[in-house]
């Protein structure tokens, strides 16, 4: 069946750093990729997603690219601040799987000032 | 516009009590899904619902777990009896149509003690 797994936290930067959170899936399919973000005591929210191989996902700073060739979706931002502090998904779904969401296991980041 | 809503966001139980979490999804969505988080593990599907209809609940654990969404509107998901390994963060989302984004919720988290 479909897995991610993605890098365990927590990660604990200083404000500035380079942030990159690594994450590896296997599908059967091809399946989209989505990084999703749980600020402390929100829900989840999407934070950017590529639905094809070479698709690069952007929001906010952050940058994913869908790489085929080794099934990853590294999560990267050049410049963190302080409200980057949270819990990092990434996940995928498969059209023929009813596009339910395939989570990984989170990674916590602390940004630190 | 609402986005979706869970009630209630923390419940403590204990034990071989019985306990219904409900959600509210956004107006005029026909997917929900309901996911939970066990343990500070990955998120794992549920099940699926398409208006009233379960389109896919391959991953309820067991016959103590009972989700419905009469009217095709609000989802209610229902643990009877509950047991210690039930504890967890349950999330629900909704979107539009299978191939939309999935909005969440804040979630509930269940404690059974």
């Known amino acids: 069946g479909d897995s991610v797994t993605q890098m365990e936290g927590p990660v604990t930067l200083s404000e500035e750093a380079f942030l990159t959170i690594n994450c590896t899936y296997t599908a059967t399919g091809y399946p989209s990729l989505f990084w999703y973000v749980q600020y402390p005591g929100e829900g989840l929210q999407l934070l950017l997603k590529a639905t094809k191989a070479d698709d690069k996902g952007s929001n906010k700073g952050f940058e994913a690219t869908y790489r085929k060739e080794t099934t990853s979706f590294h999560l990267e931002k050049g410049s963190v601040q302080v409200s980057d502090s949270a819990v990092y998904f990434c996940?995928?779904?498969?059209?023929?799987?009813?596009?339910?969401?395939?989570f990984g296991g989170g990674t916590r980041v602390l940004v630190k000032p | 516009e609402a986005g979706v809503t869970q009630f209630p966001s923390h419940s403590v139980i204990e034990k071989g009590q019985t306990v219904t979490l409900r959600c509210d999804p956004i107006s005029g969505h026909d997917n929900l899904y309901w996911y939970r988080r066990v343990m500070g593990k990955e998120i794992k599907f549920l099940l699926h619902?398409?208006?009233?209809?379960?389109?896919?609940e391959s991953g309820m654990p067991n016959n103590r777990f009972l989700a419905e969404r009469t009217g095709g509107t609000y989802s209610t998901l229902k643990v009877q009896p509950a047991e210690l390994e039930d504890s967890g963060v349950y999330f629900c989302?909704?979107?539009?149509?299978?191939?939309?984004?999935?909005?969440f919720g804040q979630g509930t988290r269940l404690t059974v003690v």
């Open positions: 619902f398409v208006k009233e209809s379960k389109q896919d």
């Open positions: 989302a909704s979107s539009q149509d299978w191939a939309s984004e999935a909005f």
């Open positions: 996940a995928l779904s498969e059209k023929a799987a009813g596009n339910k969401l395939t």
